[in-house]
């Protein structure tokens, strides 16, 4: 009998212990690597998350990592598009990991720029089982440095033509990616931040994680207030922030602050 119980104990312990799965969005010009390149993933794997894949536009490029409990997949999504474009490739990426891994909860995180996008994905509900959204120096109330790239290259034909010729590489890629910088500029009535800030979100953990600054202004390209949810009108009171005293980019430092946040996340879940 007392094997009996011991047994049926056991089998309860084990339907508890829910396998979480991790999808990880980088942001503006980056791709897949970002979290491979600054330590990320590596920190994330030494805490026990493994890597599933990666997910890109002709498909998924599998890892060993996809039968783990605790697992995550980075995407590789257009960045210079607008922000709806990516959104609607990452909901795509998303059906393929859920049929892969049917009734596991999904966490997005996201750097930067991929911060809102996988926000507009759950509020779109482009996710069946979300359970948190994690954003790292997102500018989920815009920025300034994208009204200063727009204005930079605001040149009419053929101005334009002699600039992209003469100047940087760099003029040429601001060019391309005027939509999604569009979509970036500052809230205001009208545009897409401002659309998104007052949707519905779904019932998740969200945790911002901010990049104070020298002088708690920001990092060199999100103030700090844009990149705390609490300021986004539909998320006030709702989001957890943490500090983090970097630069925009990502660091190994990221991975470390996630891996204790989803291990958070996991208590909360079983209890």
């Not at 750097?111 to 954003?135: C, D, E, F, N, Y």
């Amino acid at each position: 009998m007392k094997r009996f119980i011991s047994l049926v104990l056991m089998l309860f312990a084990s339907l508890s212990v829910q396998a979480d799965i991790v999808v990880l969005v980088h942001g503006y010009l980056g791709g897949a690597g970002s979290w491979e390149y600054s330590g990320v993933n590596a920190a994330l794997a030494h805490n026990g998350w493994q890597r599933a894949g990666v997910l890109t536009a002709g498909g998924l490029l599998p890892a060993p990592g996809a039968a783990a409990p605790d697992k995550f997949y980075s995407v590789d999504l257009p960045s210079m598009g607008p922000v709806a474009l990516q959104a609607g490739v990452l909901r795509d990426m998303l059906s393929q990991v859920e049929r892969r891994h049917p009734g596991e909860p999904v966490i997005l995180v996201g750097h930067s720029a991929g911060g809102v996008i996988a926000r507009m994905v759950l509020v779109q509900g482009g996710v069946r089982q979300p359970k948190a959204l994690i954003t790292i120096a997102s500018p989920h109330l815009g920025t300034l440095r994208a009204v200063e790239a727009l204005d930079k290259t605001d040149d009419p034909f053929p101005i334009s033509l002699v600039k992209a010729f003469f100047a940087s590489e760099l003029y040429g890629v601001v060019r391309d990616s005027w939509a999604v910088l569009m979509d970036l500029v500052p809230e205001r009535p009208g545009n897409l931040l401002f659309w998104l800030n007052r949707q519905p979100h779904p019932s998740i953990s969200y945790v911002s994680i901010v990049r104070p600054g020298p002088i708690g202004t920001g990092d060199e390209l999100v103030p700090a207030f844009s990149q705390d949810m609490n300021n986004v009108q539909a998320l006030k009171g709702r989001t957890e922030t943490r500090v983090a005293p970097v630069s925009h980019a990502l660091q190994p430092a990221d991975g470390r602050m996630l891996a204790e946040l989803l291990a958070a996340l996991r208590s909360v879940g079983s209890n």
